[in-house]
C-alpha cells in the first residue's frame, strides 16, 4: 500500500498543466503566394464581430514575405504589408477604417459599400500608389475626389455601376497611368473625364456597353500603350475612329469577344501596332482585309471553348500578304483545304499558334517560311511526328506538340532538320517507346529544353539523350520510365540544370541512376518510393553535388539516414512534405543552414532537443499538418517555436494532436507549465512531512533499540 501511495504522491506532485490562449486572430488566416503584375498585393483580410473594442497592433514576421501587422479594431481586422499594403476586402465597410494608416501606399478595398467617392472618401491617405475599389457599388464620383493623391497611379473601379463621374474626378494624382473601368456600364467614351489624363499608359473598357471607340476629341491618348475594349458591343471600325489613335506608338489594341462585321478600307494604312486582338471575330477575312498596309507585332485572330470552331478556307489569309506582322494565333479554327498555298501569306511570321486546329498532318512543300522560331501546334490530331514536315520550317527554335489528341508516334528523325530547335514540347500525347531517345532526337545538339512528361512507359538506355548534350531542362513527370542496365540515361547531360523525375516509378535503388549530372541543381522526385520507405547513407543522390532545390514530396519515407545528404551541401530548398518521417529525420540536415524546409503532413509528433540548432539555422520551415504532441515531453520545441514564429510558413495548421484535449488547437496558443504545479506543492509538503515524521520515530526507535541492548 505504501509503494503505490508514494506513486500517487509523485505523480500529483510532476503532474504538467496545459492550457490553450485563444489568440485575437483566429478567424484570420493568412493569404500568401507570389505577387503577381507591377503591384504587390496585400495579404487577405476577415471580418470577425467578437473583437474586444480596443485596439490592438501584433508585429509578426511571415517567412518569405515582409513584416506584418494585424490590425483590429471593433468590426474588423486587415493584414499590413511592411511596405504599406492593406487589404480591407469584403468587410462591409462604408468608409475608410480609423486604424488605417495614413502612410498606406497599396490599399485593396474591393467588395465593400461606397455609393459615392468624394474627396473626403480617401483625403488622408496622402501616399496611395494603387486603389483598388472593385465591386464597391460606387454610383458617383464627385469632383476633386482624389485632389490629395499625387502620387496614385492606378486605379481599379471595375465592376461598380457608375451614373456619374464628374469632369474633375481625377484631378489630384501627378502620372496617372492605370485605369480599369472594366463592367462599369459605359456606353460612351465621352462619359470618361479627360481631365488630367495626360499620362496615361493603360485604359481598360471591357465587358461594357461601347459600340464606337471615336474618342473625344481633347481626349490626351498619346502615351497609351493599352487600350481594352473587349467583350464590348463595336460591330464597325471607321477610319475616323482609327484615326484618333494616330498619336499613339506600339499600342496594344483588344478587340476580343467583340465580333467585328466591318472596318472600313485603308482604316488601318500605315498604322503601327505592338499587338491587335480580334478574338471570337466569326468572319475573320473583314478583319484581314480591313488590315491591310498595317504593321504589328502580334495579331490575335483565336476562338473560344464555349464558341463553335470556325471552318476556314486558304483564301481567307490572302489578307495577311499586305499585313506586317511577326506573330499570329488562330487557336480553335479549322482550316478546311490546308495546302501548301494556304501559307502563302505566312512567310514573314516568326511565330504560329495552330492550337485546336484540327490538323493530323501539315503538308510538304510548304515554302518561304524561314523566318519561324516558333510553332504550337497543341491539341491537334497526328499519329506520327513526321507529319508536321518539319523540313518546312528549318529556323524552328520552339516547338510545341502538347495535347495531342491521338497516340502520337515519335518515329525516327522526324525532326533531323530543326538543327536550331531549342525548346520542344510533347508531353500529354501519349508517346510510348521501347528505346528512346536518341533514334527520334537524332540531330537536335542545340536542344535545350525537352518535355515528355504525362506520357507512355518510356525505355531508356545508357546515355539516352545523347543526341541532345545541350539540355538544361528535362521535364518526365507522371512518365514511366524502364531504365535498361544500371548505368544512368543522363550520364552526358553535364549541362543539366532542372530535371523532373516526378511519379515516374524509377527504380531508386540503383545508386548510378543520376551519375553525369554535375551542374543539376532541380531535382524533382516527388511520387518515387524508396525500398522500405529510407533513404539510405549511399543512395542515387550522392554524386548531385551542386544540387541546390530537392524535392521528395509524396515518397513514402519512413526515415533517412543522418548522412544520406551529407555531400549535398548547396541545397537551398528540400521538401520532405506527405511522407511518414518523424521529428528524428531532420537530423539528416544538421549540415545544412539557411534553407527552405517543407516537412508538412508527416509523422512529426516529438521534435528532439538536440535537434533545435539545426532548425534554428534554417530561414523557413513547415511543419504544418503533423500529429504533433503538446505534452510535457514536447515542452523545449514548443516554446522554441513560439520565440521563432518568424520562422514558420503554415502556422495556421501547425496544431496540436496530443493530448485531446488540445486537438486542434494551434502550436502558437499553447500554453503549458510543465512544473510541480499548487496540487503537487501540497502533496510534496504532506509528503516531506511524512518523511519528517518517519525520520523522527525511526531515530527513536534506533536509539531505544541500542539502549536496550547496552
Known amino acids: 500500500m505504501a509503494p503505490r501511495a508514494s506513486c500517487f504522491l509523485l505523480a500529483m506532485m510532476f503532474s504538467a498543466s496545459c492550457k490553450a490562449i485563444t489568440s485575437l486572430d483566429q478567424m484570420c488566416t493568412e493569404k500568401r503566394g507570389k505577387h503577381q503584375g507591377k503591384h504587390p498585393r496585400p495579404c487577405a483580410a476577415y471580418s470577425t464581430a467578437s473583437l474586444p473594442p480596443q485596439v490592438a497592433e501584433v508585429m509578426l514576421r511571415v517567412p518569405g514575405s515582409p513584416v506584418l501587422a494585424l490590425c483590429c479594431s471593433k468590426s474588423f481586422l486587415f493584414w499590413k504589408e511592411a511596405n504599406n499594403t492593406y487589404n480591407c476586402e469584403n468587410l462591409g465597410l462604408t468608409e475608410v477604417p480609423d486604424t488605417l494608416p495614413n502612410t498606406t501606399e497599396f490599399l485593396e478595398f474591393g467588395f465593400n459599400f461606397l455609393p459615392t467617392i468624394e474627396n473626403t472618401t480617401f483625403s488622408r491617405l496622402v501616399d496611395l500608389i494603387f486603389l483598388d475599389l472593385t465591386r464597391c457599388q460606387i454610383n458617383w464620383v464627385h469632383e476633386d475626389s482624389f485632389q490629395n493623391h499625387h502620387q496614385l497611379n492606378t486605379i481599379v473601379l471595375t465592376g461598380n455601376p457608375l451614373i456619374f463621374m464628374a469632369e474633375t474626378s481625377l484631378n489630384g494624382p501627378k502620372s496617372l497611368k492605370h485605369l480599369f473601368l472594366t463592367q462599369t456600364g459605359i456606353s460612351n467614351l465621352e462619359f470618361i473625364p479627360v481631365h488630367n489624363l495626360e ?227 510533347l508531353s500529354h500525347s501519349d508517346i510510348e517507346a521501347s528505346d528512346c531517345c536518341n533514334l527520334q532526337l537524332k540531330n537536335l545538339s542545340h536542344l535545350r529544353y525537352l518535355n515528355l512528361s504525362y506520357n507512355e512507359p518510356l525505355g531508356l538506355q545508357s546515355q539516352a539523350f545523347k543526341e541532345c548534350p545541350q539540355l538544361e531542362g528535362l521535364d518526365l513527370a507522371f512518365t514511366h520510365l524502364q531504365v535498361k542496365g544500371s548505368q544512368s ?128 539555422q534554417q530561414s523557413t520551415i513547415n511543419l504544418s499538418h503533423n500529429p504533433l504532441d503538446c505534452t510535457c515531453s514536447n515542452i523545449h520545441f514548443i516554446t522554441w517555436y513560439q520565440e521563432n514564429l518568424q520562422k514558420f510558413e503554415g502556422s495556421e495548421n501547425t496544431e496540436c494532436a496530443n493530448p485531446p484535449s488540445l486537438k486542434g488547437v494551434k502550436l502558437s496558443d499553447v500554453k503549458l507549465s510543465c512544473g510541480i504545479t499548487a496540487m503537487g506543492i501540497f502533496f510534496l509538503v504532506v509528503f516531506l512531512f511524512l518523511v519528517a515524521i518517519l525520520l523522527i520515530f525511526s531515530v527513536k526507535f534506533l536509539l531505544r533499540w541500542k539502549y536496550q541492548h547496552i
Open 199 to 425: 499620362n496615361l499608359e493603360s485604359l481598360h473598357l471591357g465587358s461594357n456597353h461601347i459600340s464606337s471607340i471615336k474618342f473625344p476629341e481633347n481626349f490626351p491618348i498619346q502615351n497609351l500603350k493599352v487600350l481594352d475594349f473587349q467583350n464590348n458591343a463595336i460591330h464597325y471600325l471607321s477610319s475616323e475612329d482609327i484615326q484618333a489613335l494616330e498619336q499613339t506608338t506600339n499600342l496594344s489594341l483588344n478587340f476580343n469577344g467583340n465580333d467585328i462585321k466591318g472596318i472600313e478600307p485603308g482604316a488601318f494604312r500605315s498604322k503601327i501596332f505592338q499587338s491587335l486582338k480580334f478574338g471570337g471575330t466569326l468572319n475573320l477575312s473583314v478583319v484581314l482585309k480591313g488590315l491591310q498596309n498595317s504593321t504589328t507585332q502580334s495579331l490575335w485572330l483565336g476562338s473560344y471553348d464555349d464558341t463553335n470552331d470556325q471552318d476556314l478556307t486558304s483564301a481567307m489569309f490572302d489578307g495577311l500578304c499586305e499585313i506586317s506582322v511577326e506573330s499570329i494565333n488562330l487557336q480553335k479554327h479549322s482550316i478546311s483545304d490546308i495546302s501548301p498555298a494556304t501559307f502563302r501569306c505566312f512567310t514573314q511570321l516568326q511565330e504560329l499558334d495552330l492550337t485546336a486546329n484540327h490538323l493530323n498532318e501539315l503538308p510538304s512543300g510548304i515554302e518561304g517560311m524561314k523566318t519561324l522560331k516558333k510553332l504550337v501546334l497543341n491539341v491537334n490530331s497526328f499519329d506520327q511526328l513526321c507529319q508536321v514536315n518539319a523540313a518546312s520550317f528549318p529556323s524552328l527554335t520552339d516547338l510545341s506538340i502538347k495535347g495531342n489528341m491521338r497516340k502520337l508516334d515519335l518515329g525516327a528523325g522526324c525532326l533531323e532538320k530543326l538543327e536550331n530547335l531549342q525548346k520542344l514540347d
Open 489 to 616: 540515361p543522363f550520364q552526358n547531360l553535364h549541362l543539366l540544370q532542372v530535371l523532373n523525375l516526378s511519379h515516374c516509378l524509377l527504380d531508386t535503388e540503383n545508386q548510378h541512376f543520376l551519375t553525369g549530372l554535375v551542374d543539376l541543381r532541380h531535382l524533382n522526385l516527388q511520387g518515387n518510393h524508396f525500398q522500405d520507405g529510407s533513404i539510405s547513407k549511399t543512395n542515387l543522390l550522392q554524386t548531385l553535388s551542386s544540387l541546390e532545390i530537392l524535392i521528395l514530396s509524396s515518397c513514402g519515407l519512413l526515415s533517412i539516414d543522418k548522412q544520406a545528404f551529407q555531400n549535398l551541401r548547396k541545397m537551398s530548398h528540400v521538401d520532405l512534405s506527405y511522407n511518414s518521417l518523424t521529428g528524428n529525420s531532420m537530423d539528416a540536415l544538421s549540415h545544412l543552414q539557411g534553407i527552405y524546409l517543407n516537412m508538412a503532413a508527416n509523422n512529426i509528433r516529438i521534435v528532439p532537443s538536440h535537434l533545435l540548432p539545426t532548425l534554428s
